[in-house]
């Protein structure tokens, strides 16, 4: 058109060149604002065919397998974020409990991300085996328990879904037969010779045997309905029927789909937009299966206004994927970010192990944050887990070359712990709790010093000790437990001998009252050993055992020497090495002390003896003297005390 105009503008000599020109601009710009019209027009409409073609794609697959619909209401959770142990639980649960079919997807998602952890976890188990056995000839063997159960479950997910598949398509097909007969038939049934009555209900068994006819292929899907919907159409349009029944149907259908268009509208505003395409997708199921045709006058109007709906609810749907596609690119951005972070860690020299830790833990924040984070765009997916792998087993190469050169510690560590193992078994099973205890409390804390061990040794040796502490400790406790109620019957005992000893009064012979004391000392030795809560009562005891002694003429050593046994007596059935280590280094200070004032005073002797005037200092020599012999006197009470608590420690 526009080159019509040119040609016949350029044969006429009646315009200036400037009106000639100014013409041809004028036409242009109206030519291409028309050309833009169409462009926009045309681009509206294939947006709408495409919002429509998504619905009825959808409607056609849930219409062969309706189990399909309950996807929609399991929400799909971001897997690549998920570790595998919960990746493997979210699998049990979906297999579990939900219609085979409506899992399709998270199944897909979950074995997705599951297998690219695995991939990624064994390579990193594979490089460190070879690291640690470089000159091997084997293969390299992983047992993983938790792919083993995620097996299992994919396994019985792909089972359930072939049975379903099975049952499924041996009715998909004669469904089909019978809707096709059904198609048939309608067409058949414009016949003027037959009776209208006949007809119609002819029409409505054919309506009725349609509802019921059962799922087809999704692919016959919307072919079949269209023909049905024609066939349905042109029997209304054409065939003499009972004209006031027929505008009543129509009647009916069109109420019917305003009350969608009205609800279609409502929908627009809900703010769960997938919420909302899903209602939509049921509505435009309802319209095209459950409900007739509406008189010709309204068919096309009635239908451009739910389609224009629907392209704008399409639309509200796009700016969302918008939105999701824009999180994808700012989570690609972090991801690279964490990928670049662990290639410069792969760079970073350091000479010891607990700096190698360090680093270690570096990189697992990172691996965690780079799982942690949201999905990326499906086209950078594949390249992006690349460069993760290459970079985090750059670094493990890096790491693995230092941990080379540690090997031969590792092993003697292995030793070390293998001899650990190898006494808490041979002592797992000793009666003689109060040596044992110690001795086995001395092995864990000496298994707490011990460095690592290769990681291939790590976790059976750590079983092994664990089974045989734990296997003692167990034995300990229920020990313990039945001591209990002895130990509160000797309580109980104690608190009511404290009263009576309260009465008690000396008579005033030596030997009797020493005889007297000694023997409340073994009757109460006798009543047991008290909880370790009311070990309070022993200090009341002791107390009125000094009140007795200070009454006593007894001799300073012989009463003190009575206290401390039974002080070593409490301090040895408490069980407690700690306490009688510290009593024992007491004593031994106590000693040193007085041998140094020994000394001290026996140069002070020596001086005064030396001295001219030593007859005359007489008296104070012979205070130093006394002096010393009391020293010596305390020496030996120390000293004896020290005997008597080596004694107990050899005893034990």
């Known amino acids: 058109m526009l080159e019509e105009m040119n040609d016949n503008l350029s044969q006429t000599n009646m315009e200036t060149d ?17 050309a833009t019209e169409e462009t926009v027009e045309n681009t509206d409409v294939l947006k709408k065919q495409q919002a429509l073609n998504e619905i009825e794609a959808s409607n056609a697959e849930e219409h062969e397998d309706e189990t399909l ?44 991300a599951f297998l690219s952890k695995y991939n990624h976890f064994i390579e990193e188990k594979k490089e460190e085996y070879f690291a640690e056995n470089l000159d091997t000839t084997e293969d390299f063997q992983y047992h993983f328990p938790l792919k083993s159960k995620f097996d299992q479950f994919y396994t019985l997910y792909k089972e359930n879904k072939n049975t379903h598949f099975k049952s499924l398509q041996n009715s998909l097909k004669t469904n089909l037969d019978n809707r096709l007969a059904i ?45 049905y919907h024609f066939h349905v159409e042109n029997f209304y349009d054409y065939l003499h029927l009972d004209r006031e029944a027929r505008d009543l149907d129509f009647k009916h259908n069109l109420e019917q789909k305003q009350k969608i268009i009205a609800r279609v509208e409502e929908l627009l505003h809900e703010e769960d937009i997938n919420k909302a395409f899903r209602e939509l997708q049921d509505l435009h199921r309802i319209w ?28 509200k749907r796009e700016v969302l994927f918008e939105k999701l596609r824009g999180t994808e690119l700012e989570n690609l951005e972090k991801k690279k970010n964490i990928i670049a972070q662990i290639e410069e860690l792969a760079t970073i020299k350091v000479n010891a192990h607990s700096q190698w830790l360090l680093q270690i833990e570096k990189v697992e924040a990172l691996r965690e944050a780079f799982f942690s984070t ?6 950078v997916n594949e390249d992006t887990w690349a460069a993760f792998k290459n970079a985090v087993r750059n670094f493990n190469a890096f790491k693995n070359s230092f941990y080379k050169d540690i090997k031969k510690e590792q092993n003697e560590n292995l030793n070390k712990k293998n001899a ?20 086995m409390k001395q092995i864990q804390e000496d298994w707490k010093k011990i460095g690592h061990v290769p990681r291939k040794y790590s976790d059976k040796v750590w079983a092994e000790f ?26 109980d005992k104690k608190k009511a001998y404290l009263e009576t000893l309260k009465e008690f009064q000396l008579v005033g012979d030596h030997k009797t009252d020493l005889d007297a004391i000694k023997q409340h000392i073994e009757n109460w030795k006798s009543f047991g050993k008290v909880p370790f809560t009311r070990r309070h009562i022993e200090g009341k005891f002791n107390k009125i055992l000094d009140a007795l002694f200070e009454k006593l003429s007894l001799s300073k050593k012989d009463s003190d020497m009575m206290r401390f046994a039974n002080k070593l007596e409490n301090l040895s059935e408490s069980n407690d090495s700690r306490k009688l280590e510290n009593e024992k280094i007491f004593i031994i200070r106590k000693i040193e002390e007085v041998q140094n004032e020994i000394f001290q005073l026996e140069n002070n002797i020596q001086f005064f003896t030396n001295t001219k005037n030593a007859k005359k200092e007489n008296s104070i020599v012979l205070e130093v003297r006394k002096n010393i012999a009391i020293h010596k006197e305390s020496l030996e009470t120390w000293k004896e005390k020290l005997k008597q608590l080596r004694n107990l420690n050899q005893e034990e």
Request: proline share 4%; charged share 35%; glycine share 2%.
């Open 18 to 34: 400037g009106n000639l020109a100014t013409d041809v601009q004028t036409t242009t710009d109206a030519a291409n604002d028309l």
């Open 69 to 112: 619909k309950g996807r929609h209401e399991i929400p799909m959770l971001d897997y690549d974020s998920l570790s595998m142990e919960t990746l493997v639980d979210e699998l049990q649960k979906l297999v579990s409990n939900e219609a085979v079919m409506s899992i399709r997807e998270h199944v897909e998602e979950i074995k997705k």
């Open 183 to 227: 198609v048939e038939e309608l067409k058949e049934l414009i016949n003027p010779n037959e009776n209208i009555k006949d007809t119609l209900k002819h029409f409505n068994e054919l309506r009725e045997r349609w509802k019921n006819a059962g799922p087809i292929p999704k692919d016959k899907y919307n072919h079949v309905w269209n023909n």
């Open 288 to 315: 095209k299966e459950e409900l007739g045709p509406v008189s010709k006058e309204f068919r096309d109007e009635i239908w451009n206004q739910f389609s224009d709906l629907t392209k704008k609810m399409h639309d």
């Open 374 to 379: 949201g999905k990326v765009p499906a086209d």
């Open 420 to 439: 650990l193992v190898a006494k808490a078994n041979e002592l797992k099973d000793s009666e003689d709790f109060a040596a044992t205890t110690p001795i």
């Open 466 to 491: 664990k089974e045989a502490c734990n296997h003692y400790f167990d034995r300990l406790k229920e020990h313990r437990s039945e001591h209990n109620t002895e130990e509160m019957e000797a309580f």
